[in-house]
């Protein structure tokens, strides 16, 4: 049976999983005790949950469990490793190199680093989303101390070259830091062979609850150290201050036991929905497919279908819950900055959806998505000024348009 | 952010979409808008002996508000003399169709076609434009 409407926006959020709820339940009931609470079964109950999960989740990433921070999700994670990198190694530096199409919670915290006299340097990608090793190399300054770019893109799923990364930030001895909200639990993320220094991740892009995620924060080869953005009691080793979500981390680390267990099973079965999606939409005349196809997310497609607007389009496939880069779907009105930095000019970023699937889509979802799809963009198309002077032979670029 | 009815109506079953002959003196063609901003509208009207509109046609490239605005303008422009339809205000489409202020923008994109399509047709009949006081938005 098909329910509308039909789920892919995956790479904002997922749904929880019924086994994560199910290992949740008893820790918003009778096991309520306070994981800080030393001195009662209560305290006692909850730190033991929290430990567990601490070792689920770093059975998942291969780090050790005490090396774990948790948060209430990746924007706090990429906010204490940056700006706490940025004052535990102020004495080494103030140089930090990230990437144009980080997520803003990335982006906005350099531009903070910028405000209280820090420099950023971000780099560019090509075409396919990827950066230039050599570039980060020659970015490279003797005041660099943080290298921060993200595992897997959000808008496009592109998977940056890591391992690559990490090797130049080691021979020059400079912290590795990776956001990596959409990677974890998605594709294999081993901290060791990665070689990354810090990490961010979040329970609610892997089938867990919102409000929680972690910062990995290394302890050996380099030992990394941040400085705490909240005052409190001390908890997380110092680095993370406030009561832990012991729901939420209970949550977080059965999400990432079911990543490991099934990754290898939930991938096979969403890629191949992805990639019959996008072949099915990319025989529709004029559409593009948005980002490296091959160093990317196996859940994630962003396509452009030329002289139809994402907006207008979302609401033409109604009965899809998807995601567009165009300008109107955001207060700002401009369209999106990750697609625009992959070089697409701003006619194809307006005439984005991202598809996003998770292990709990259907192929019967994804059969009527593509027919529902295809019979919008051919509808706004019929309604498309742009599309009947393409027909015509007419060279957008040719006309004048008036300033807006 | 939800649409009115009014936008669902236009979007779903959109008014007089369609081409007329632009070499036809009778009738005024507005292009407006960008592709790079996400709005194009083409608004097109065809004007008797007696300056009555009796035909409006329009294909518009935009978010569904934008796609319902000039759908409206069509409808209202059918049987409006050209002195009727300069009148339009860009607000009376925000109120018909409860806009949100995000999205005033998009009638004020429908009033510039009109008057575009107006202008049009005058220079084709050897009168002078007008001025346009909306044209930045």
């Known amino acids: ?114 405000k209280i006299g820090g420099k950023v340097t971000y780099l560019q990608v090509n075409s396919e989303g990827l950066i230039d090793l050599k570039e980060l190399e020659e970015a490279i300054t003797d005041k660099t101390i943080l290298i921060s770019i993200m595992y897997a893109n959000n808008e496009v799923g592109v998977i940056q070259s890591v391992r690559e990364i990490s090797a130049i930030a080691k021979k020059h001895g400079i912290l590795f830091f990776t956001d990596a909200t959409q990677a974890v639990g998605k594709i294999p993320v081993d901290v060791e062979a990665d070689g990354i220094d810090l990490m961010a991740f979040s329970a609610h892009k892997m089938y867990g609850p919102k409000g929680v995620g972690a910062l990995y924060v290394r302890r050996k080869n380099p030992r990394v150290k941040v400085t705490a953005q909240m005052d409190g009691g001390g908890h997380e080793r110092g680095m993370r201050s406030g009561t832990l979500n012991v729901p939420g981390i209970v949550g977080l680390g059965k999400a990432a036991e079911i990543a490991k267990q099934d990754m290898e099973s939930d991938t ?46 979302m609401m033409g496939v109604k009965d899809l819950a998807v995601s567009s880069g165009s300008a109107c779907t955001s207060a700002s009105l401009e369209p999106s900055y990750v697609l625009k930095a992959l070089g697409l000019s701003d006619d194809l970023a307006h005439s984005s959806l991202r598809f996003g699937l998770s292990r709990f889509t259907k192929d019967e979802e994804i059969d009527y998505a593509i027919g529902h799809v295809k019979e919008a963009v051919s509808k706004l198309r019929e309604l498309s000024p742009l599309w009947e002077m393409f027909k015509e032979g007419i060279d957008l670029d040719s006309i004048e348009w008036a300033e807006h | 952010m939800a649409y009115s009815d009014k936008v ?102 429908a009033e510039d076609a009109i008057k575009s399509a107006i202008n049009d047709y ?16």
């Open chain 1, 1 to 114: 049976m098909l329910t509308l409407p039909i789920y892919l926006d995956n790479n904002a959020t997922t749904p929880l999983d019924p086994r994560v709820l199910e290992a949740m339940l008893p820790y918003m009931t009778n096991m309520f005790g306070n994981a800080a609470s030393r001195n009662h079964a209560f305290g006692w109950q909850a730190e033991e949950a929290v430990d567990y999960a601490r070792e689920q989740i770093a059975a998942l990433i291969n780090c050790s469990p005490k090396e774990i921070i948790f948060t209430s999700g990746a924007t706090e994670s990429d906010n204490l490793a940056i700006k706490g990198v940025y004052e535990m190694y102020a004495s080494k530096g103030n140089h930090v190199i990230s990437v144009t199409t980080e997520h803003k919670a990335v982006l906005d915290t350099c531009k903070h680093i910028e």
């Open chain 1, 268 to 313: 096979a079965r969403i890629s191949a929905m992805r990639d019959r999606l996008e072949k099915e939409l990319t025989t529709i005349e004029e559409s593009y497919v948005n980002g490296s196809r091959e160093h990317r997310l196996p859940h994630v497609s962003n396509i452009s279908f030329k002289y139809v607007e994402g907006e207008g389009l």
């Open chain 2, 8 to 109: 669902i109506d236009h979007y779903s079953n959109p008014r007089n979409v369609g081409t007329l002959d632009k070499s036809k003196a009778s009738v005024g063609t507005g292009l407006v808008g960008a592709p790079e901003c996400g709005d194009v509208m083409r608004l097109q009207i065809e004007v008797d002996e007696n300056q009555v509109i009796t035909d409006a046609k329009f294909k518009t490239f935009g978010c569904g508000s934008a796609i319902a605005s000039s759908s409206l303008a069509t409808e209202w422009l059918k049987g409006k003399s050209v002195d009727e339809a300069l009148a339009i205000d860009n607000m009376a489409i925000v109120e018909e169709l409860a806009l949100p202020p995000v999205k005033i923008h998009c009638s004020v994109l």
């Open chain 2, 122 to 137: 005058r220079v084709k009949n050897g009168l002078p434009a007008l001025e346009l006081a909306k044209t930045h938005h």
